[in-house]
């Protein structure tokens, strides 16, 4: 099987820009989920592959290498099935509350709070249905530096490595 790549077209694309942020935005009107998620494939693998915990629902992603966009094919799984997987990420995971919202101009943000041994590490990814929106995107002050291009802020990254010096 080969693996995922942009060249294919009838693959989905995740387009996102990622933001690394000093200080938490207000956090009143967010809606906020828990995740959970760890790597079945190791730092330096050319794909990712991914199980989620995201509130009440478990899922399967697959995502190739890219850096403002990249093939991402995600499936839902049961419960059972994250479970039986989940010891296979053993040392490759991270925890963090997603927090939701939209910008003046509609905007969709998901700005994360890591846990554990990657608090309090805080970034903001806005993902977009283009790479010309992408780049057309103003950020507003407070997302701080822009991380796109630093794989070291890349999840897989953070769960191999933990969280680079700031």
Do not use: C
């Amino acid at each position: 099987m080969s693996p995922a790549t942009d060249k294919d077209p009838a693959a989905p694309l995740e387009i996102e820009r990622k933001f690394l942020l000093a200080t938490p935005p207000p956090l009143e009107g967010l809606k906020a989920e828990e995740i959970r998620q760890g790597y079945v494939t190791a730092a330096g693998d050319s794909i990712e592959l991914r199980l989620r915990s995201k509130g009440e629902a478990w899922f399967l992603t697959l995502k190739s290498e890219g850096i403002l966009s990249r093939v991402e094919r995600e499936v839902e799984i049961t419960r059972a099935q994250f479970e039986r997987l989940w010891p296979a990420t053993e040392g490759r995971r991270v925890e963090k509350t997603r927090h939701m919202g939209r910008l003046d101009d509609g905007t969709l943000f998901e700005f994360d709070l890591f846990s554990g041994a990657l608090a309090p590490l805080l970034l903001v990814e806005v993902e977009f249905p283009s790479l010309e929106a992408a780049r057309a995107f103003v950020p507003p002050d407070w997302f701080g530096a822009e991380v796109t291009e630093d794989r070291r802020f890349r999840n897989r990254s953070l769960a191999d490595h933990g969280a680079p010096p700031l």
